[in-house]
């Protein structure tokens, strides 16, 4: 079963501009993370956050974490259209088992 | 830092067959995970090693998918007898610890016709 719902599906957006992505969930977690896949390759972690924090950043990307309404989002400032690819929210639950989501395609045109 | 090592990257098989995949963690690794992407969706976990012990399988089917991974350091992951719907990319993880962040292998694509 996959705990965390991104949303949108799909975005599209033009390079320069701001790209935000959600993620929600179900159950209690104990960490979420975010990740991206270019076509046909393995994931790249981006950031994790822990169910203590309420936000984090690295570099271009800013992650807010809501544990009351559970819910998460990653923003991605200033995008380049090398930040096209399919981005992933994975939680952790008690279990330590790191659950995906469907995940979004972000696709930014130059 | 050498990353995850997985092989082979592409395999086609007829169904029936019986199909292995090769993974090395990043050395000191211990916990190593098999996830399951099927082409649009998130990675689905298999099954999750702590050093050579299992912490959870509960979505592997056993009847045809098995997985070992000896002295805590590699892993191999087998299905015999493939079927169809197996057709996917098959991703090795592995991670300092448990509810740390994952590094991924480049993956296994097999095709099952």
């Known amino acids: 079963s996959q705990q965390g719902e991104e949303d949108p599906q799909a975005l599209s957006i033009q390079e320069g501009e701001n790209a935000t992505m959600n993620c929600s969930y179900k159950t209690s977690i104990n960490n979420l993370q975010w990740y991206r896949q270019n076509s046909g390759r393995g994931l790249v972690h981006l950031i994790l956050i ?19 309404k559970k819910s998460s989002s990653l923003l991605i400032t ?6 096209t690819a399919s981005y992933f929210c994975a939680t952790t639950g008690a279990n330590s088992k790191l659950t995906f989501g469907k995940g979004i395609t972000l696709s930014v045109r130059p | 830092e050498a990353g995850v090592a997985q092989s082979p990257r592409y395999k086609i098989i007829e169904k029936r067959q019986s199909v292995a995949f090769w993974c090395n963690p990043i050395s000191g690794h211990a916990t190593l995970y098999w996830y399951q ?18 912490v959870d399988d509960s979505q592997l089917p056993k009847d045809r998918f098995s997985a ?15 079927k169809l719907e197996d057709s996917a990319v098959y991703l090795c ?14 993956g296994t694509q097999l095709s099952v016709l």
């Open chain 1, 50 to 68: 822990r169910s203590n924090e309420r936000e984090k950043h690295s570099g271009r990307l800013r992650v807010t974490l809501d544990t009351s």
């Open chain 1, 78 to 83: 200033a995008s380049r259209a090398a930040d």
């Open chain 2, 37 to 54: 992407q099927i082409l649009g969706q998130g990675p689905k976990l298999l099954i999750q090693f702590q050093n050579n012990g299992v």
């Open chain 2, 68 to 82: 070992e991974r000896l002295k805590g350091v590699d892993s191999t992951l087998k299905i015999q007898p493939a």
């Open chain 2, 93 to 106: 993880a592995s991670s300092l610890d448990e509810d740390e962040k994952l590094f991924f292998g480049s």
